[in-house]
């Protein structure tokens, strides 16, 4: 007794230091695999370090509108004094006077509608027309300050479509969502234009919380999302269901156990190889994969090990009275090792699965299987000598339900082929293709992210365009052809696309915009013959005339000059034009499309190197597809080596086939009761039906050797104890946990009744 | 010692130890929570041979809520409330918001004449420089404010308040080499 303590104290204490030790990872990015292709790995660079993942969507809601609008003034207010944000948008947002001064001193090579034929009488009159009934109206301020300057309106042209592009309804300073009730929305980008780290994220979605704190919200509700909040709240609230859950769930096995064994010293035998199994899995996985081991795989992989307290219930259960716990470990051993190596070689097929995180889940779940194995097997008699653990009668009812379904092999089979059957009919499991089901965030969290996004006209990327490598000049014309290209779809195949290039031309188009531009000789002549018979006076177009002159000697603006002069352009900029390495990349993102294969089509005849068409959705649902298969097929291999691994064990290749029976069976089942249900497969489904697999190897094993009520009664133990571990999971809000909760469950149900069905049925009685 | 403290209490002494006669016209002002006059406007701008002409509506609601409705020659309604600004052009289906502070030129006008209607003397004093001439047998009373802002003083140099009793009867605006006068009706 003492020595368990000793052991239990000594397991925490390790498991403490090496959690100190070595980082877990908490980000999805990182659980995901590198891309094959081009365009993937464009992709999942974007998603793992992107500007995306400085993005922050918010919305404000549950108070009076003009309430709303005031705290998110004030929480813009905040957001832009603390200078952790590069772009602040709210619905105030403005250019400064110094941003307005860049702006107008390079209208005329930035403005789009500078070329030749803008500088002819013809087109200079209705401008002038234009400029002199603006300036009866109460617009007249402005116009009189740039309109003799600029008639043309370049430089207001400008100036709205940088800012009033956006289509969001404004009420008091505020932008509000169109539709449901009233909510103002805001949209901050973090500063650290290439992506930030988790814990960067995590400042930066503090420093938004304490700006809306600071605004005096009374009882508005602050709703944020983005990767930034993902990373670092939607991970707190997983670990706290998870939490929750291992508490709920320990408490029910740990009374269950209990109320079965009577004794407190079982307790602390099943914690011990659990422990142990968990301390293996953790130090293998950190060792072969450089001290990083993924939160996402640690978490389930945990879980998983759940299925380990089998191995301890079974040496309590099955040792005979007149045996002590080593005799007992060393009778039932060859039977045990045979399980739990079985189960090991099965989830090897996540080995191949060439996903980053379901490698690691399979050498945590797999090492940490095989080293509770030993524990029971040499740890446990020599901390427990003298342990007399007996398991309680199994009440009458139950004993005599499992005794009748003993030996009913056609019902089995019955079942088994009407899962087939159903299976059939429904077409099969349902592959998950959508990347987000993987996803550890809470689906109410996903949902309020997408009804942000949509609310705020952030673009869903669903559609995009990688751009370069190149230099800067040859991004942004990259950019422009594409632009050029995109013309014709505008309002049909797409609603609009952002374009580096909308921002900052290329230094040759600024080049040929200035070629445009008439000289102050030429354009004097031209408007003396447009202002005839209007009441401009002669001179009063000479900031004009003067403006040309300046304009056709500017140095072209390039990134780094709009930098400096006009952050809060540059800020729209940066997420669309990027540093990698020594060359630059850029993106264009395309909104509301409706038509992806146009796009594509455009693409296509470019042919340019510089312009790659990526639809994210598509490539994604390849690749989910592609791991799943390969995944799968790994998963068929490692049934062969299981198979040919008990048929070595049990040295008779029918013995393993009949062994092999309820696992198959149970695997069908579980997959037919999945698809009834609904469930669309993940990754992580497979994940748990490789684990159950293994379960299901102990079960069939022990019952298929010797099915007594003992027998039986201690896999009924095993296989309540597994329902008690995984069916709260199958209650969790996360996509994932709920998968394997529920994946687990129905298995573990069906893989134990099947097997005592297949069990023979006219044995000597014990 | 007494006499040497004198000029210190007088530099002391708030700046705008006001004029009485401006204090009651401010508390006549203030005592309207609302008003409503038409006006003729006209906009004389250095680079136009001709003045613009325009007139409408003003509407006035206390605290901060004034509204310029000009229905010819075209129809436009430009209100302010708060720190918000409003434009509407119905003929066009132009609607468009701005802060106040992003439009020099409005934010001197409208602090004018909202001032000088709610009566509310230290917000005048807030923006403006004020000269005051009270009104007089044959005279109105006038009102020059001028921008302390440097950065207003560049749109708008000098606004010329002029009425009888508590009713505002002209507005001159002088920036940028123009003048625009307004004439409100009683």
Redesign the interface.
């Known amino acids: 007794m003492r020595r368990l303590l000793a052991a239990l104290l000594l397991l925490a204490a390790l498991g403490g230091g090496l959690g100190a030790l070595v980082g877990v990872r908490a980000d999805l990015a990182e659980f995901l695999p590198p891309g094959r292709s081009p365009a993937s790995a464009f992709l999942f660079r974007e998603l793992r370090s992107g500007a995306a993942t400085t993005l922050l969507l918010a919305g404000i809601e549950g108070a009076a509108p003009a309430e709303l609008a005031r705290v998110s003034r004030e929480t813009a207010a905040g957001l832009r004094a603390s200078g952790r944000f590069d772009f602040v948008g709210d619905g105030t947002v403005t250019l400064g006077d110094a941003e307005q001064a860049l702006l107008f001193r390079y209208r005329y090579l930035l403005s789009p509608e500078t070329r030749p034929e803008a500088f002819t009488a013809a087109a200079l009159r209705p401008k002038l027309e234009a400029l002199l009934e603006g300036l009866r109206s109460a617009a007249s301020p402005l116009l009189a300050r740039f309109g003799f300057a600029d008639p043309t309106g370049a430089f207001l042209g400008l100036a709205r479509a940088f800012l009033a592009e956006s289509r969001l309804e404004v009420r008091d300073g505020a932008w509000f969502a169109a539709e449901g009730p009233p909510r103002a929305l805001l949209i901050a980008r973090a500063q650290g234009g290439a992506g930030l780290d988790a814990e960067a994220q995590g400042q930066a979605v503090a420093a938004f919380r304490t700006a809306f704190e600071a605004a005096n919200p009374g009882p508005a509700r602050l709703l944020l999302s983005g990767p930034g909040v993902f990373a670092s709240e939607a991970a707190t609230a997983i670990r706290a269901d998870v939490r929750l859950i291992t508490l709920a769930s320990g408490g029910l096995l740990a009374a269950f156990l209990f109320w079965r064994y009577r004794s407190l010293m079982l307790l602390g035998l099943v914690a011990v190889p659990l422990a142990v199994g968990t301390l293996a899995g953790f130090a293998v996985t950190a060792l072969a994969f450089d001290g990083k081991v993924q939160g996402i795989a640690l978490g389930f992989g945990m879980t998983m090990l759940g299925v380990t307290v089998d191995y301890p219930i079974l040496l309590a259960s099955l040792r005979r009275p007149e045996e002590g716990l080593a005799a007992a470990a060393r009778r039932i051993w060859p039977t045990l090792r045979l399980a739990a190596a079985s189960a090991a070689t099965g989830l090897a097929a996540m080995l191949g699965s060439g996903f980053p995180g379901l490698v690691q889940l399979g050498v945590f779940a797999g090492t940490g299987l095989l080293a509770a194995a030993a524990t029971t097997r040499w740890v446990l008699p020599w901390l427990l000598p003298g342990a007399r653990i007996v398991a309680r009668p199994l009440p009458r009812p139950v004993r005599a339900a499992l005794g009748a379904l003993r030996g009913r092999r056609r019902l089995a089979a019955g079942v088994v082929a009407g899962a087939g059957l159903l299976l059939a009919v429904l077409g099969g499991p349902v592959w998950q293709r959508d990347l987000s089901a993987l996803s550890p965030v809470p689906r109410e969290a996903q949902v309020l992210d997408a009804t942000l996004r949509r609310q705020l006209g952030a673009p869903d990327v669903r559609v995009l365009f990688a751009l370069g490598p190149g230099t800067e000049g040859e991004v942004l014309a990259a950019s422009e052809r594409l632009g050029e290209a995109m013309v014709p779809l505008l309002g049909t195949a797409l609603e609009g696309i952002d374009l580096p290039s909308r921002y900052l031309p290329a230094e040759a188009t600024q080049h040929s915009r200035q070629a445009a531009l008439p000289t102050p000789e030429a354009a004097e002549a031209v408007l003396r013959e447009a202002i005839t018979g209007l009441p401009f006076r002669p001179t009063a177009f000479a900031p004009f005339l003067a403006a040309l002159g300046e304009s056709r000697a500017l140095p072209p603006l390039d990134a780094a000059g709009l930098a400096a002069g006009a952050p809060t352009l540059a800020a729209r900029l940066s997420p669309l034009l990027s540093h990698r390495g020594e060359s630059m990349v850029g993106v264009a993102l395309a909104q509301d499309v409706r038509d992806t294969a146009a796009l594509a089509a455009v693409a296509q005849r470019l042919g340019d190197p510089r312009i790659l068409f990526i639809d994210v959705k598509a490539e994604t649902e390849g690749l989910l597809d592609a791991y799943g298969q390969a995944t799968l097929l790994w998963a068929l291999a490692g049934g062969v080596l299981v198979l040919g691994l008990l048929a070595l064990g049990l040295r008779s290749p029918g013995r393993a086939l009949r062994v092999a029976g309820p696992i198959g069976g149970a695997l069908l089942v579980t997959l037919a009761a999945l698809t009834l249900l609904g469930e669309a497969l993940t990754l992580f489904h497979l994940a748990s039906l490789l684990l159950l697999a293994g379960l299901a190897i102990d079960y069939s094993l022990f019952l298929a050797g010797d099915a007594t009520d003992d027998t039986m009664g201690a896999i009924l133990n095993c296989a309540v104890s597994t329902l008690l571990t995984f069916g709260l999971l199958a209650f969790c809000g996360t996509p994932v946990l709920h998968g394997i909760g529920l994946t687990v469950s129905l298995g573990v149900a069906s893989a134990f009744l099947l097997a005592c069905a297949m069990a023979p049925r006219s044995l000597p009685h014990a | 010692m007494r006499w040497a403290l004198l000029p210190l209490l007088a530099l002391a002494a708030p700046a705008w130890a006001e004029d009485p006669a401006l204090a009651r016209l401010m508390q006549g002002f203030a005592a309207q929570p609302r008003s409503e006059a038409r006006f003729t406007e006209e ?1 004389a ?6 003045p ?1 002409p ?1 007139q409408g509506t003003l509407r006035w609601q206390a605290p901060d809520r004034l509204e ?1 409705h ?1 229905t010819s ?2 129809d ?1 309604v ?1 209100r302010v409330e ?3 600004l409003l ?1 509407e ?1 119905p003929d066009r289906g132009i609607r468009r ?1 701005f ?1 106040l502070e ?2 020099p ?2 934010r001197a006008l409208v602090e004018a004449v909202r001032g000088t209607l709610a009566g509310d003397l230290a917000g005048l004093h807030r923006y403006y420089e004020i000269g005051f001439t009270p009104e007089g047998r044959d005279a109105p009373w006038r009102m020059v404010l001028t921008p302390l802002s440097l ?1 207003v003083r560049a ?1 708008v140099q000098r606004i010329l308040v002029s009425g009888r009793g508590a009713q505002v009867r002209s507005i001159e605006t002088e ?2 080499g ?1 003048v625009t006068r307004m004439q409100i009706g009683p």
Do not use: C, F, H, V
């Open positions: 906009k701008i250095p680079e136009l041979d001709l613009l325009s310029k000009t020659p075209i436009e430009l708060g720190g918000r434009y052009r918001e802060g992003e439009q030129e409005m950065r749109a920036g940028g123009g």
